[in-house]
Structure formats: C-alpha cells, structure tokens
C-alpha cells in the first residue's frame, strides 16, 4: 500500500466513485467531472485510479472490448456477476470459488494463491 496525499482532485475522484454503483472507466470519471464543473486533466484521474487499485479500493473489470473499467469495492473478498450490456454487477460471496481454488491449486502443487473470478452475461433487463 503507497501513501498517497488526499489532494481535491483525489477526494473528487474517491467521491465520484463512492456514489456511482456501477464500473466506470477512467474516460467516464473524467467525462462526469469535468461535466459537473471540476477542474481535473486525465492523467490524473488514471494516476488517481491506480493509486486506489494499488491500494486495493477498487474493484478492476476489464470488459469485452478490452476497456479497463472500475468500481469502489467492498473490503471483503468478493467476485462480480456481470452484464455485458448493461454493465450491472453484482458482488457474490460464496465459499464455492474460494475452495475450487484451493483444491485446483493443491491439485497441481501451487501456494500462496490468489485468484479472481468473474462471471458475465446478459441481466433479465437486457434480454
């Protein structure tokens, strides 16, 4: 975890976040800042994004289309149930993925493993 000074610009950003349910990508938090009136160039939105994926704020999806996307992130480890049309996600906590992991990486000799999963399809809405 880096330190990273709370400038106005961060705390908007942060803000932003915090309010918005769904992924953004660094191009829509700037687009929604800068439509509201703030002042921010884009490098530091990306600079802001990676400073908050580093320190593990923020959920990362990285979307059909290859767009990095994110959201502000519960604490607890979690996975994401994703639409691909609309972008509405859902966080899952479920012991399933956590001890197929587990059994898969025992299974061929690995520790110290980290994973992630990600589920996406079409939402009841977007059919």
């Known amino acids: ?7 106005k610009q961060r705390t908007q950003v942060i803000d932003l976040l915090k309010d918005t349910p769904e992924f953004l990508g660094a191009s829509d938090v700037h687009l929604k800042l800068t439509e509201s009136g703030i002042d921010i160039g884009l490098s530091t939105v990306y600079r802001t994004l990676s400073s908050l994926l580093e320190n593990g704020e923020l959920d990362v999806f990285i979307k059909d289309d ?20 609309c972008g509405k996600t859902i966080e899952i906590q479920t012991d399933d993925f956590e001890e197929l992991a587990l059994k898969i990486a025992k299974k061929y000799h690995f520790q110290e493993v980290e994973h992630t999963f990600e589920i996406t399809g079409t939402c009841k809405e977007c059919l």
Do not use: D, I, P
């Open 1 to 7: 975890m880096t330190f990273q000074r709370n400038t």
């Open 66 to 85: 290859g767009e990095t996307v994110y959201r502000w992130c519960s604490k607890e480890h979690h996975h994401h149930l994703q639409c691909r049309v």
